[in-house]
């Protein structure tokens, strides 16, 4: 059989074989290996135990668990909920308060845990109540934590972007540091659009009354602070020992999750029932995401070793078209993936196949990872499959509908169409602080 | 009826409880982490071992959860279209599908076997100051394996059952 044809067979099988249903890390590994029995017979199979025993010796992903377990003791803190009230004290008075509030916990919550389920979910039980007793439109206050959510992808430490950084083999440091001022870029997009539409349109996110905007003097404003100290701690040792190269990402995780053992210790949440939970649950996304890698180590070197790299990668680098549609090409063949499949199974499955090409063009795989993350962001909130807008419909009380939930993530949509564009026009906003790094 | 049903159980209790006791191993690895910096910064003296230690640690721990994670269905799927069935249909398909999954792990069963016992005849170490034996860290692949495949043929006999008589959880 011919290499083009043995591709296209292994493409469509996947596609077929995604929609059924079955977990996608035994999709790929059970499709590379039937495969790989028909072509090369029995003495091949070794290669799953090959596989396996590859991800089993990754040092780097040592700190998926990590980080997962930090995330997870910190939402069970108690620190998120203290976040808030301290939110509602300082934006409450201004219109389209608590929605600015929302993007700014967000903010600090993508940088301590990254899980866009939880900011998603957290935000839904604790803001949007609010914003629809305050007679915030539906339109704001469900955009609002929907497009704030989705941040934990970009702003690191985030696991995406280990997942990123191991399979395309460029520095989780780097990629981390990187994220940083994009994160923060769409973050304040979210925050202006909010601020001057509701300026504008005061109906959509009306500011208290007078008597409601006074409760609070200066004092009290400072005074509130305290609360956030202990995270915002947490945070910049965790990114300032990567940034100024004291620990490695898997080093900074651990320290990390020890502060966070001794944030929850302090907010006397560090109970029996809530460090089980976490164990637990960083077992079990854990297990999810490394046994994909399996599955999906063993579909690409099957992929690779049929030739099917190389034909993709004579095919793009043979358009006679400009290197920068190559790249949008590209771009928009990872977000059309992401409109159904798990973000972490197309990196697994794509970066392997596109940075040789990438590198090729002479573009920077950090720069090209950073415009990916963003693009997986957008995925996050695109209607109708995104999965922040399930997550929130999951939290969300009775009269808020999926239609409303659609309408609602339209302008951020457009918002992170936007950042996308302004960071591939200024590649220095990804790139500046990765590579003032040593 | 009741012989089988107490195997299924027993099966699902066994993953469990592996994953509740190996989950834990992430609390080692932070431990041993914080203890590699301690040492490094405070004392100077880095550890030949917690470097290759955790990587060797953390491989068992997310393989051995993996059987747990597929009896509670944390394994990610594509379920836009799948997530919309009725259990029984959606119970027909997994008769027709898991055939793949049982080949992928039969055969991380069969091979990884292989490669735990080449590593034991021939003493394999990590080529490393520190040198650990490598056998009981890949001898994981094959009981992993093994733990998984168990619960895949309780989730087929699962599925028989409801795909054949249409009525829920009685196994």
């Known amino acids: 059989m011919s290499i083009e044809i043995v591709a296209l067979i292994m493409f469509l099988s996947l596609v077929v074989l995604l929609f059924t249903g079955l977990p996608l890390a035994f999709v ?46 910190l939402q069970r803190s108690g620190i998120i909920e203290e976040m808030f009230e301290v939110m509602q004290i300082w934006f409450g008075p201004l219109r389209g308060g608590l929605a600015i509030g929302t993007i700014v916990i967000c903010t600090i919550m993508a940088a301590m845990t990254g899980i866009v389920g939880a900011a998603v979910a957290t935000m839904g039980i604790l803001s949007l109540p609010a914003m629809l007793n305050r007679k915030y439109d539906k339109r704001i206050a469900l955009g609002s934590i929907c497009a704030g959510g989705t941040l934990g992808i970009l702003i690191p430490p985030s696991v995406i972007t280990i997942v990123y950084a191991v399979t395309a083999g460029v520095s989780i440091g780097k990629m981390f540091i990187g994220g940083i001022l994009p994160g923060l870029l769409l973050s304040v997009l979210f925050i202006s659009y909010i601020a001057i539409r509701c300026w504008l349109q005061p ?14 003097s200066l004092a009290d404003k400072f005074f509130a602070l305290k609360k956030i100290i202990l995270p915002v701690l947490l945070i910049i040792g965790v990114l300032g020992s990567i940034y100024g190269g004291i620990a490695t990402p898997t080093e900074a995780a651990g320290i990390g999750s020890l502060g966070a053992i001794i944030c929850a210790a302090l907010h006397r949440t560090l109970n029996w029932k809530n460090l089980n939970e976490s164990v637990i649950e960083t077992g079990k996304i854990t297990a999810m995401i490394l046994w994909i890698t399996v599955g999906a180590r063993c579909f690409i070197s ?30 928009l063949i990872l ?29 920077d795989p950090v720069w090209f990872g950073i415009l990916f993350l963003i693009n997986a962001q957008m995925d996050y909130i695109t209607p109708p499959f995104g999965y922040t807008l399930f997550y929130l419909k999951g939290v969300a009380p009775e009269g808020v509908t999926m239609g409303d939930i659609y309408r609602s993530v339209i302008p951020f949509v457009i918002i992170q169409a936007i950042g996308l564009a302004i960071c591939m026009i ?13 | 009826m009741h012989l089988l049903k107490a195997c299924l159980h027993g099966i699902d209790r066994t993953n469990y409880w592996v994953a509740r006791l190996v989950s834990w191993a992430v609390i080692i690895l932070i431990a041993t982490t914080v203890y590699e910096v301690i040492m490094r910064y405070l004392f100077n003296a880095p550890t030949i071992w917690v470097f290759e230690f955790n990587y060797l640690l953390n491989g068992p721990y997310f393989l051995l959860i993996g059987a747990y994670a597929f009896a509670i269905n944390g394994h990610v799927n594509v ?19 898991m055939p ?29 100051a520190w040198a650990p034996p490598v056998y009981p860290v890949k001898m994981i692949i094959p009981i992993a394996a093994a733990l998984l495949l168990l619960q895949g ?13 249409g009525r829920e959880g009685e196994l």
């Open chain 2, 79 to 97: 379920d836009v279209f799948y997530g919309r069935l009725k259990p029984r249909a959606k119970a027909i398909i997994d008769l027709f599908t």
């Open chain 1, 28 to 73: 790929l590994g059970g499709l590379a290996l039937v495969l790989s029995y028909f072509l090369w017979g029995a003495n091949s199979m070794l290669l799953v135990a090959v596989q396996t025993w590859d991800v089993m010796n990754s040092y780097f992903l040592v700190a998926v668990p990590l980080y997962v377990f930090m995330a997870n003791i």
């Open chain 1, 203 to 216: 109906e959509l996110g009306p500011a208290p009354s007078k008597d409601e905007r006074a409760k609070y």
């Open chain 2, 100 to 128: 793949l999954f049982f080949f992928f792990i039969g055969m991380m069963l069969i091979y990884g076997g292989q490669f735990f016992l080449n590593a034991l005849t021939f003493k394999e170490q990590l080529s490393s």
């Open chain 1, 426 to 438: 200024f590649p220095q906003i990804i790139l500046w602080l990765p590579n003032m790094m040593k």
């Open chain 2, 153 to 165: 043929i309780a989730r087929y006999i699962r599925c028989l059952h409801l795909a054949i008589t």
């Open chain 1, 302 to 331: 099957v992929f690779s070793a049929v030739g099917g790299d190389e034909l993709v990668r004579d095919f793009v680098t043979g358009l006679a078209v400009n290197r920068w549609i190559i790249m949008i090409i590209i771009q």
């Open chain 1, 335 to 363: 977000v059309a993936l992401g409109l159904f499949l798990d973000e972490i199974g197309i990196i697994l499955l794509c970066v392997p196949i596109f940075i040789p090409i990438i590198t090729e063009l002479g573009f």
